[in-house]
């Protein structure tokens, strides 16, 4: 139940904190006071989408927040919180949501952050919201099937039921692309199979082009490097005035000198010394070198050959989408390795089909057994939901009429005889409706009257939250009442008035007696039956146009049910017929 409503610049509302009792609750206004909007920060609170819109001119945060108790018929609601880890309070929970206007939001349930889908979810359990457009959705036959489930309590059935069906699908089609592909499957076989044995026989190395290049470099050149190399050798050690010879010398006569002046000589002797020493060593490094040169023709033919081989490799596996050529030896690798893999999935491809007819012959069997079950249980429910909607609509001044569920098979296939399937079962459902004696049964989205389409939807709204009110006719299709404690309705009487507003409003009444109602009327007759009375106005504050509430009680409530009769509530007349209805219609009858 909604115990307490905070808005916060949320579209004409600046702030506003609003109480609330149980039972039937009213919302009345002048037309554009913003009783819809209230509706609208509703369901905001409830997960529906919302923009930036939502937030009133000049501000920065759109907010709605509200403190829910969890009533005796909560049990999925607190099930659902429990599996999160969400505590509830002393039988309640805090749930905010705002959105700023950069266009991300937050949403809370307990101070633990939430999802939108999640908050959609759970206030499920505990909201049932009829807008001004839920006439459409009865409208569409799409529609009648999800109903019926849900009165049925075979929601969760029927889901599983669709993910199923769609899995045989994917594995259908799987396995028709499996046979269709066959040739071409055959051919990349073939392709992919003789890379890897061009590869595998070649058998590069990562980074091996780099070092036959370097070879090759080298073994191409040999005739200038020996000469360079001999040149080196001869300014090093070879000639009188060589680098080892003149070190030598300098190092003894430093030596020498250093005796004489070690303090001034030292560091340099020091230097000399090991300047020699690495003379020395150079030297014997490169006369090793230049004895092994050598020119090897033979040893050149093979890099070169070599390197041919692997550069028609990378040509035609180590190429990117542009041409170029991708990290050598390793990308030619890395194709082999990836054939490979493909060649093996598609090597399997038979032993996968035989696997893939094997489960969807499995799981056609079970989704007819699944398809036949849920035909059984909508067929027993959608009696019960036809009888209990054509009470209703029967209290509701339709005396005459006669509500039916058709629950018709979708066929036979003409090749096999089965019966065919469809994404939620074997069954086409429709509702039908006879609104006058006498006239036969019709497709209820050909019904003419919006006065008719409010109170068929009245009665399926409150039918399937297991509300028909004390003694009435309301149903809990799979036998125990888990359904939303609160049910919200926006001008539920379009396009009904006299005797038909007044047995409206009596039934909701009754509701009010099991159920928390909350409702926007523009009807009187309505009004008066209420436990509580919110009046909507918009005036302007501070240059700006701000929407309030405020609850009504005694002579105010008379004066906006004087209102809703006369148009104004200042005529005597108006003011008089508006107390007694409201002595007449007092709630104490019902509770």
Avoid at 17 to 33: K, Q, R, W
Avoid at 233 to 239: M, R
Avoid at 296 to 307: F, I, K, S, T, Y
Avoid at 392 to 401: E, F, H, V, Y
Wanted: net charge negative; hydrophobic share 40%; proline share 2%.
């Amino acid at each position: 139940m909604l115990e307490e409503l905070t808005v916060r610049n949320f579209a004409l509302i600046d702030n506003l904190s609003l109480s609330f009792e149980g039972g039937f609750n009213i919302l009345t206004g002048e037309t554009g006071a913003g009783k819809s909007i209230i509706v609208g920060s509703l369901s905001f609170l409830l997960g529906a989408k919302a923009g930036t819109e939502v937030i009133r001119t000049g501000a920065e945060e759109a907010s709605v927040s509200a403190v829910v108790s969890l009533g005796r018929r909560s049990a999925d609601a607190e099930a659902w919180l429990s599996a999160r880890d969400i505590p509830v309070e002393d039988g309640r929970i805090i749930v905010r949501r705002n959105i700023r206007n950069t266009g991300r939001g937050g949403i809370y349930l307990q101070n633990v952050p939430v999802t939108r889908n999640d908050l959609e979810e759970f206030m499920a359990f505990l909201f049932d919201l009829h807008g001004q457009h839920a006439h459409e959705s009865l409208m569409r036959k799409e529609n009648h099937r999800r109903y019926l489930d849900r009165f049925a309590g075979i929601e969760g059935e029927s889901a599983e039921f669709n993910r199923m069906f769609l899995s045989l699908a994917d594995r259908k089609k799987a396995f028709e692309a499996s046979v269709s592909s066959e040739r071409d499957r055959e051919m990349r076989l073939e392709v992919l199979t003789y890379a890897v044995e061009e590869i595998a026989g070649a058998a590069p190395k990562s980074g091996e082009s780099r070092e036959l290049e370097a070879e090759a470099a080298r073994l191409g050149s040999f005739e200038r490097l020996a000469a360079q190399v001999n040149g080196a050798a001869s300014a090093l050690f070879e000639e009188e005035a060589s680098v080892l010879s003149l070190s030598r010398r300098a190092r003894s006569a430093l030596e020498t000198a250093a005796a004489i002046d070690e303090g001034g000589l030292a560091a340099m002797r020091q230097r000399m010394e090991d300047l020699y020493y690495e003379a020395e060593d150079l030297a014997g490094e490169l006369r090793a070198y230049r004895d092994g040169l050598k020119s090897d023709p033979e040893r050149l033919e093979e890099v070169e050959e070599r390197l041919a081989l692997l550069y028609r490799l990378k040509k035609k596996y180590a190429q990117n989408a542009s041409g170029t050529f991708v990290d050598g030896e390793d990308a030619i690798l890395a194709y082999k390795e990836a054939a490979e893999a493909e060649i093996e999935a598609l090597s399997g491809a038979e032993e996968n089909r035989d696997r893939l007819k094997a489960e969807i012959g499995a799981l056609e069997k079970e989704i007819a057994g699944r398809a036949a079950a849920l035909s059984a249980k909508r067929a027993a429910a959608s009696a019960r939901l036809g009888k209990g909607i054509t009470a209703i609509i029967a209290s509701l001044g339709m005396p005459n009429a006669k509500f039916s569920v058709a629950l018709n098979a979708k066929g036979k296939n003409q090749e096999t005889g089965a019966l065919i399937i469809g994404p939620w079962g074997a069954d086409d459902v429709e509702f039908l409706i006879s609104a006058n004696a006498g006239e036969p049964m019709k497709e209820l989205a050909r019904i003419a009257s919006g006065g008719e389409l409010s109170r068929v939807m009245l009665a399926i709204k409150t039918t399937l939250a297991g509300a028909a009110g004390p003694g009435g006719n309301g149903a809990t299709g799979n036998g125990g009442d888990t359904s939303p404690e609160t049910l919200i309705f926006d001008e539920i009487d379009t396009g009904i008035g006299g005797e038909v507003a007044l047995s409206v409003g009596d039934y909701l009444a009754r509701i009010g007696a099991v159920k928390q109602i909350f409702c926007v009327t523009h009807l009187a007759s309505i009004a008066v039956r209420a436990d509580n009375h919110l009046k909507v106005e918009k005036h302007s504050e501070g240059g700006r146009t701000v929407t309030a509430v405020s609850v009504l009680r005694g002579d105010a409530r008379r004066e906006e049910i004087a209102r809703m009769l006369a148009g104004d509530s200042g005529g005597e007349a108006a003011l008089a017929y508006a107390g007694a209805l409201l002595s007449k219609y007092k709630r104490s009858v019902y509770g």
